[in-house]
């Protein structure tokens, strides 16, 4: 495996069922070599835990385009490579919504590693949050911002390979079927 896409998303509120941003980061050949952000306007109403926990809220999004625009943008970049994130199961459930409720077509299942699958086994005895994670690895992070999540994941999956783990072995499949 040579390329990941790595994500994060934050969402508005406990419905889990909308983006209010989202960070990609792109891996090719061991090297990040792109970073995505955008805020998304979900278009749904926003809890309170989640501004807290993300500063982001209505007004924030007000003039951020939609998950459909934001989805012509990173569809392809998304498309491309091994899906990754932290906790993964969690953002490609809300991706799913999102794709689900805008009645937009993208592949039935996809193939994906959860980098908190890969610290319960490789770093065993420790918390495998992203943020203790980081402070593990000494990264950099500005937790529940989508592009330092997205840009932290990818750098704990980098120290998991040069630490030589065999990811192989964590890839996992994700259907996006009803």
Same mark, same amino acid.
């Given at each position: ?18 983006? *209010? @941003? ?15 952000? *955008? ?20 007004? *924030?999004?007000?003039? @951020? ?5 934001? +989805? ?12 990754? @994130? ?19 077509? +993208? ?8 980098? @908190? ?30 592009? *330092? ?30």
């Amino acid at each position: 495996m040579s390329k990941f896409t790595v994500f994060d998303v934050e969402t508005p509120n406990r419905y889990n069922n909308r983006i *209010s @941003a989202i960070g990609i980061t792109v891996i090719e050949d061991g090297v990040i070599t792109d970073d995505y952000y *955008s805020l998304v306007n979900p278009e749904t109403g926003f809890d309170y835990f989640n501004i807290q926990l993300t500063g982001i809220d209505e007004e *924030s999004v007000c003039n @951020a385009p939609s998950f459909p625009e934001v +989805w012509r943008e990173i569809e392809p970049i998304m498309s491309r490579g091994m899906i990754v @994130a932290h906790n993964a199961v969690f953002d490609l459930g809300v991706l799913k919504h999102c794709l689900q409720d805008y009645g937009i077509d +993208w592949r039935p299942y996809t193939r994906y590693i959860c980098t @908190a699958k890969i610290g319960r086994k490789v770093l065993p005895g420790m918390s495998h949050r992203l943020n203790d994670l980081c402070c593990y690895y000494d990264i950099e992070l500005c937790h529940h911002q989508a592009a *330092s999540d997205s840009r932290a994941c990818a750098e704990i999956l980098l120290r998991y390979i040069e630490d030589g783990a065999d990811i192989k072995e964590f890839i996992r499949t994700y259907s996006f079927s009803k």
